[in-house]
């Protein structure tokens, strides 16, 4: 039997953090003492991070600091009938952050982390016919230490002691005074009779040279085992239903056991640009000597091979032995993972596909496991990073913990075939304060500053882990670290977050082997804005400027998505464009905002993202044009269109030229001579024809009048609210 313990919660936060030590997981009867100052139980509605339960605005606010001041502790009570089995384990999927776990008065142990599930078996402790009492203690803390005490910098030179992205970020990505904290997830009680698996089978295979034929194999730990079992596996294709592996192997006792079999003719998982996700279902059953089903596993699997190509000139990923062009989004829909559902995730997921998006990198946090299992299902591959961002204590210590963590973090999700790439640390050291210049907002600076966490701790011992770990998969090292030959992307803020006296057309005539960031921060829609009034309210003197900081964003946005894609693999493999929606009602990255409405950074997209596009290159005057096809499906002899006009319907240049697009090609259809001097406007119009039906076109209004970075960004924010202010 399962008891999944959604309901019957109760918590209470321990303010002078006494609990424990007053044993209160023994005698409850403390709570009520003169003496004790404890608070009283409270009914709890759901298991979400408790700021979404207790708060009634948990993205900004001076109370929310109360929320890790002190721990919570937890409580439920739940019967277990007489009949029950005598194996009994209780699970976990998401605390937050740390935590000691009780049961019927006695500790089972302490976890550390956010996302990563663990368990406990209580045989000798359940009791059966009667009433049994989880307890648990969870804290979040505050970190106090600032590298080098420059407390003017304190939100990059924060030391983050702990392996989560969602916290001291607050440079209008997390606010300051948000720091999730609780149970989250599913708690269940697993009672059996018979024997079962602890924890989680691995299911690993191998693909052979025709990528055709792949040998599974899965590694099981029985426990519970009072005779002789069956282990079975197969693998069945999600869409036929056909059975293509199914293998048996007899067991007998506790302990680890190993199965293997062939799955043949098999169909490889692919973005679903690229050919379509394939995949299927792999079931491990634990068979009684009667034939009868005593335990059951199952999960889904994708066939694929992923690698990368890295070097001085290229950063490129392979997908089943073919290159990969990558059209990404950073993705974290929210500062509370326990505020997503299934719901959410499918909106997102199926926007960024229709947006052209091939791959989301998953920013400095994870998701729930159904958001990669949805990837898997709709066709978009997953960079993966770990927590490590910035600036962290450089101790063996911590080291070791963060190590550990994120090791647990690859078990948990290497099953998925989305992932194709692990990031061990996010802008290592990018601001460390012995190295980061003085001046205020200069992020660039710290583009040297990634010596320590690089080369000395963790970096070293982290990559060589995580490689180690998941041989199945590259990893990069440290991601903006472009020269380093273990990592090789960049990230490039010029126009944005590199300062108000930088414009995006800088990047013209620069080469970058892969991007991994590029993006600016503009307000969401009015209408949004308004559902807050005191965000609405604090930017209401520049309300009517919205639509400017819009326009630049997208302007901004597709200046620097084509740019990427007129350089397709010379050297350029793909780009992330920084952020697919606000995280928050206040944190603007997005190109749909937190309600889910998009913005004009959108309309970039879906001219530049798509995997067929025309592109104009152009800086004072215009260049060229080239036409790019991402699909490994050919478009073949087509027609290549353009006109220039002068924004009054007079012709400046009108022309069409045959070319042949191949799959996942790139053509350089023409250079332009075109003196544009003498116009104050000057717009085209670019189009590819094939057989008379459209295969994709642009356009660009007023082209060569680029507006300059909006004032004021990025260096004036509110802390109180963790919101950009813009406009000095």
């Known amino acids: 039997m399962n008891l999944n313990l959604k309901q019957g919660w109760k918590v209470m936060q321990d303010v002078h953090d006494t609990a424990e030590g007053l044993k209160i997981y023994q005698d409850e009867s403390i709570l009520y003492s003169m003496g004790a100052q404890l608070s009283e139980w409270e009914d709890l509605e759901e298991l979400k991070q408790l700021q979404l339960v207790f708060s009634d605005q948990p993205y900004w606010g001076r109370e929310l600091r109360y929320f890790n001041q002190a721990p919570w502790w937890y409580k439920n009570e739940f019967d277990v009938p007489a009949d029950a089995g005598s194996h009994c384990v209780i699970k976990f999927t998401n605390v937050d952050y740390y935590c000691k776990v009780w049961f019927n008065g006695e500790l089972l142990g302490e976890h550390e982390g956010y996302s990563i599930p663990f368990e406990f078996c209580v045989d000798k402790l359940l009791k059966k016919g009667e009433t049994n009492t989880l307890m648990v203690k969870v804290w979040s803390p505050w970190d106090d230490v600032v590298d080098g005490n420059k407390q003017e910098r304190r939100t990059f030179l924060i030391l983050r002691n702990m392996v989560k992205g969602t916290y001291e970020h607050s440079d209008t990505f997390v606010q300051r005074d948000v720091n999730p904290v609780g149970i989250y997830g599913d708690v269940t009680v697993e009672i059996t009779e018979n024997a079962s698996f602890e924890g989680r089978p691995e299911i690993t295979y191998t693909l052979d040279e025709t990528l055709k034929n792949a040998v599974l194999n899965a590694k099981v730990n029985i426990a519970n085992a009072t005779e002789s079992y069956t282990l079975r596996m197969a693998c069945v294709d999600k869409l036929t239903k056909e059975i293509i592996c199914n293998t048996a192997v007899p067991v007998n006792g506790d302990g680890e056991a190993n199965i293997s079999g062939t799955a043949a003719d098999i169909r490889l998982w692919n973005t679903w640009d690229r050919g379509g996700q394939w995949l299927y279902d792999v079931i491990v059953t634990l068979e009684d000597q009667d034939g009868n089903e005593a335990y059951r596993y199952h999960e889904v699997t994708g066939f694929r091979k992923i690698e990368m190509i890295r070097n001085e000139k290229e950063t490129t990923f392979y997908l089943n032995d073919k290159k990969l062009y990558v059209r990404g989004t950073s993705y974290f829909p929210d500062a509370y993972v326990s505020a997503m559902n299934k719901e959410r995730y499918k909106r ?79 802008e290592p050291g990018l601001l460390d304060a012995e190295q980061a210049k003085e001046a205020e907002g200069d992020a660039a600076a710290g583009m040297r500053g990634h010596s320590r966490s690089m080369d000395v701790n963790p970096g070293p011992a982290l990559y060589q882990a995580t490689c180690e770990h998941d041989p199945s998969r590259p990893a990069i090292k440290g991601s903006f670290c472009e020269d380093d030959p273990y990592s090789g992307d960049s990230h490039n803020y010029i126009g944005s977050l590199h300062g108000d006296d930088t414009h995006y057309r800088e990047i013209y005539g620069t080469v970058e082997k892969f991007n991994t960031e590029y993006g600016f921060d503009a307000p969401p829609c009015v209408d949004s804005l308004k559902k807050l009034p005191k965000l609405y309210n604090r930017l209401s003197g520049i309300v009517d400027r919205f639509d400017e900081i819009g326009r630049y964003q997208y302007v901004l946005l597709k200046y620097y998505t084509e740019h990427y894609r007129m350089q397709k693999y010379a050297p350029n493999s793909g780009y992330v464009q920084f952020l697919f929606n606000d995280m928050c009602p206040q944190s603007f990255y997005g190109i749909f905002d937190w309600w889910g409405l998009p913005k004009d950074g959108l309309d970039a997209m879906l001219e530049s993202n798509m995997p067929t596009g025309i592109f104009l290159k152009f800086n004072e005057t215009l260049d060229s044009i080239y036409a790019v096809n991402d699909l490994l499906t050919p478009i073949g002899d087509c027609v290549a269109k353009w006109v220039i006009t002068d924004g009054k319907g007079n012709v400046i240049q009108k022309d069409e030229k045959e070319i042949k697009l191949d799959a996942d090609d790139i053509v350089k259809v023409s250079d332009l001579a075109v003196d544009a001097s003498s116009y104050d406007r000057v717009d085209v119009a670019l189009i590819i024809m094939k057989d008379g039906d459209v295969i994709c076109s642009n356009h660009y209004e007023d082209v060569l009048n680029m507006p300059e970075h909006t004032p004021g960004h990025p260096s004036r924010i509110t802390h109180e609210l963790g919101m950009r202010l813009y406009f000095a």
């Open 348 to 426: 997102d997921l199926l926007a960024i596909k229709a947006c052209g998006f091939n791959l989301v990198r998953v920013h400095v946090h994870v998701e729930f496991e159904l958001f990669y299992e949805l990837c898997a299902e709709i066709g978009i591959a997953v960079i993966q990073d770990s927590e490590y961002n910035w600036a962290h204590p450089d101790d063996d210590a911590f080291a070791d913990r963060f190590i550990d963590v994120f090791l647990q973090t690859v078990d948990l999700l290497k099953r998925h075939p989305a992932i194709i790439c692990w990031i061990c640390m996010n």
